[in-house]
């Protein structure tokens, strides 16, 4: 049985009874909203008005000044909070940037980094040909590099407007998402510190689907790389390959050991480690991967790895 509160109510109480539910509206609003919650963004690429959701933190700082550039440190993985990290978390195929925020979280698990919850456009992939669902390009140069250049503006914009630690900037996603992460990192190499991918290969890492190392261009690069032991969409037979190709990349040791609950690690001999997350479900995203992932990307920093950011 339902009740409506305000019929319930004396007469005379009923306006106080609305306003204090208006108030609460208007406060829950604007904690969405709000720096330390998110916001929904626009910004124009290709003369196409591009959607996303950013989380700030709440001890945003604004982009540094020329002149101080060489005078501020570059990473604030030794206790400097004067400049910010970037996660960029993209949604799978027929998903949405708000629905991310809702399944990923990271804005609350790691409220000290600027999150970005990216929205995409109408895409075909393997369950909609027609492609009318939203996605991301699936290679260099497919749907005129659209979404590359969604990223190239989302880190203009962002680096121009707050403090940026450039050397932090990560990238996760699920299927369509994780393998725009995986393109990403082959597309702007030595741009990432660490990526998470979920539920996909990186395109071209595939035995047998192109000639010659799609890595080979890429500097070696921190990967955990979430897999389902039951997927039926993207075989866990296809994911591994990938795995393999960045543990060969990473200079990483031929055995691994536990990492957290459910995960293992494969050591690297330079820094950049990989590690395995394998659940028992299927095409699924598990929500204690949340927590792992925003560790593991605390333990990286391309300073790790690079003395100099690249040109």
Not at 98 to 105: E, M, N
Not at 156 to 169: E, G, H, I, K, W
Request: hydrophobic content about 40%.
């Amino acid at each position: 049985m339902r009740y409506d509160a305000a019929k319930l109510l004396p007469p005379c109480l009923v306006p106080i009874f609305m306003a204090l539910v208006v108030i609460d509206t208007a406060d829950a609003q604007r904690s969405l909203l709000s720096p330390g919650g998110v916001s929904p963004k626009t910004l124009r690429v290709q003369e196409v008005d591009r959607e996303y959701l950013l989380a700030l933190p709440k001890n945003l700082h604004p982009a540094r000044r020329t002149d101080q550039a060489d005078s501020l440190p570059p990473s604030n993985t030794n206790g400097d909070n004067s400049v910010h990290p970037i996660v960029f978390v993209w949604h799978g195929h027929g998903g949405g940037m708000r629905h991310s925020a809702r399944t990923f979280r990271i804005h609350e698990l790691w409220p000290e980094a600027i999150v970005v919850y990216p929205q995409g456009l109408p895409t075909p992939g393997m369950t909609d040909p027609a492609g009318k669902k939203s996605g991301w390009q699936k290679f260099d140069g497919d749907q005129d590099n659209r979404d590359l250049l969604f990223f190239d503006a989302l880190l203009a914009d962002l680096t121009q407007s707050y403090a940026v630690d450039r050397m932090r900037l990560f990238s996760m996603g699920h299927s369509n998402g994780a393998a725009f992460t995986y393109l990403l990192a082959m597309a702007r190499p030595g741009v990432l510190a660490a990526i998470a991918p979920s539920a996909a290969p990186a395109r071209g890492v595939r035995a047998g689907l192109f000639a010659g190392d799609p890595l080979a261009k890429i500097p070696p690069l921190p990967v955990m790389h979430i897999v389902g032991k039951d997927d039926k969409v993207v075989p866990r037979s296809w994911q591994i390959p990938t795995i393999d190709a960045f543990r060969k990349k990473n200079e990483c040791s031929s055995d691994s050991k536990p990492w957290e609950s459910g995960c293992v690690i494969y050591e690297s001999k330079v820094d950049a480690p990989v590690v395995v997350m394998e659940h028992s479900g299927g095409h699924t995203y598990p929500q204690e991967a949340n927590a792992k992932i925003v560790q593991f990307f605390k333990q990286h920093s391309r300073t790790d790895r690079v003395k100099q950011p690249p040109p």
